[in-house]
């Protein structure tokens, strides 16, 4: 089953203000995951969102936030039944899953078609969700990329904020080479161009 981004990310600034919410992503299996649940203000509209999708919160069985920031993880709370990976912490309740070794670049694989791979740059513990589907390999970054936009403008995804602009370059190229579609932390999703594959 390919992902379904159930809503767009988006960022911007109006009357001087600056305004942010995440891509919201659902993968149905099982298992299912939820990839980053926008900021804990929208816990309403993203039930309403998972029902129309004949979906209720505890039907979840992983949620994966890409990294910590507040726009990507205010609603976790709704999933109780669920392993919580929020960037590279994995947990259930209070139980803590200390072996799994995301920071030597291990991946944390979820089923044959879904796994988590550490891309940090944005925070230096990001990951991405890669999934095996009808439509190829789509990537679920976070802000690894910001939106489409940045692919030609570097000034987006490092004026959106960048830990290390050195291993987000690196793996924001590293993505770039093993998806057909991205889904961005704060755009719609796109079609990697094809000459975004070739490296330099
Ligand atoms: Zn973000």
């Known amino acids: 089953m390919d992902p379904i981004v159930l809503f767009d990310g988006y960022s911007k600034i109006e009357n001087g203000n600056y305004y942010a919410n995440c891509s919201c992503v659902l993968i149905k299996g099982p298992p299912n995951v939820i990839v980053d649940t926008m900021t804990a203000w929208d816990g309403d509209k993203l039930v309403k969102a998972l029902n129309k999708e004949s979906f209720a919160p505890d039907d979840i069985n992983y949620v994966v936030c890409t990294h910590g920031h507040s ?20 947990s259930y309740k ?85 998806s057909d579609f991205i889904i961005p932390g704060h755009g719609p999703m796109f079609k990697v161009p094809q000459r975004f594959k070739n490296p330099g």
């Open 71 to 90: 726009d990507h993880i205010g609603c976790n709370y709704l999933f109780q039944k669920a392993i919580h990976i929020v960037g590279h912490s994995i």
């Open 94 to 178: 209070n139980k803590y899953e200390i072996d799994h070794d995301f920071k030597s670049s291990y991946e944390y694989i979820i089923n044959d078609r879904i796994k988590v791979s550490p891309t940090p740059g944005h925070t230096l513990q990001d990951v991405s969700v890669i999934v095996n589907s009808s439509r190829g390999v789509t990537a679920i970054t976070g802000d690894l990329f910001e939106k489409f936009e940045d692919l030609t403008d570097d000034n987006i995804w490092k004026e959106a904020g960048s830990d290390s602009e050195e291993l987000q370059r690196i793996n924001r190229q590293k993505i770039l080479i093993l």
